[in-house]
């Protein structure tokens, strides 16, 4: 079995904990459903948020959806000039058996600019 890691992002419109944490499930529930993932399957969780998100940690939306046996860490991205706002992404370590190409990487709302060529 192999380790891979599907990648992930999506905006939110406000700086809440509510819109994080909506907006944190509604990117999870995707790619969980895209790539057929059981909690067994993950190993662990990396979330970024743009510095202009601080009012709660994403990773408190994967424990509302039962993550809870999963290593979750949250951090901030670099803080670089003109780029996207209001952006969670995420970095899902799994074991699997697919392979790369079978792998589905997900990015929603605004942050579709970030890899246009995953989005379907």
């Known amino acids: 079995m192999a380790v891979r890691a599907i990648r992930g992002a999506i905006t939110v419109t ?3 904990k509510e819109s994080i944490w909506e907006g ?3 990117l999870l529930a995707e790619i969980i459903e895209r790539n057929s993932l ?3 399957d993950i190993i662990s969780v ?3 948020v743009t ?3 601080n009012a709660t940690f994403p990773a408190v939306a994967a424990r509302q959806i039962g993550w809870n046996d999963i290593p979750l860490m949250c951090t901030s991205e670099i803080n670089v000039p003109g780029s996207l ?3 969670i992404r995420v970095l ?3 074991n699997t058996e697919k392979s790369n190409i079978e792998i589905n ?3 929603l709302k605004g942050a579709q600019v970030l890899r246009p060529d995953l989005v379907e």
């Open 51 to 53: 510095q202009d998100l």
């Open 46 to 48: 990396i979330f970024t």
């Open 14 to 16: 406000e700086n809440t």
């Open 85 to 87: 706002e209001k952006c």
């Open 105 to 107: 990487h997900v990015y």
């Open 38 to 40: 059981e909690n067994k």
């Open 24 to 26: 944190t499930k509604e």
């Open 92 to 94: 899902i370590h799994i």
